[in-house]
């Protein structure tokens, strides 16, 4: 079973930075993508930045203060995040696509999440 967990949340002020990390185990599998979402109370889940295939790709919210990469042998990404605002604030959620070799069964599977807290 693949395990998905989050870390490096944490409450900052305006203009601060945090780094957070993804690590997925429980399986030999591909993990082809890893993405970081977020969720802000009351609001729905938005895409923030994915790491696919050696490619990067951000959402427009991150305006270039964010950056992720990956320790791919390890199966883990980051995500470092400067110049952080008090919109910024919500749950950050890691997803991994998972592919099976043999199969070629894709799915994805979803961390708890970590709380970023930007005051201001």
């Known amino acids: 079973q693949v395990q998905v967990v989050e870390s490096g949340g944490g409450q900052v002020h305006t203009g601060e930075s945090l780094r957070l990390t993804c690590r997925a185990s429980?399986?030999?599998?591909?993990?082809?993508?890893m993405a970081w979402y977020r969720q802000a109370p009351g609001k729905q889940r938005e895409w923030v930045a994915t790491?696919?295939?050696?490619?990067?790709n951000y959402a427009t919210l991150t305006e270039g203060r964010f950056t992720i990469s990956r320790d791919t042998g390890a199966n883990t990404m980051y995500l470092q995040m400067n110049s952080l605002k008090p919109e910024d604030t919500a749950v950050y959620l890691c997803?991994?696509?998972?592919?099976?070799?043999?199969?070629?069964?894709?799915?994805?599977?979803w961390g708890q999440g970590t709380q970023v807290t930007v005051s201001p």
């Open positions: 997803m991994v696509l998972v592919v099976e070799q043999q199969t070629a069964k894709a799915e994805n599977y």
């Open positions: 429980g399986s030999r599998a591909d993990m082809p993508t």
């Open positions: 790491h696919a295939n050696g490619k990067t």
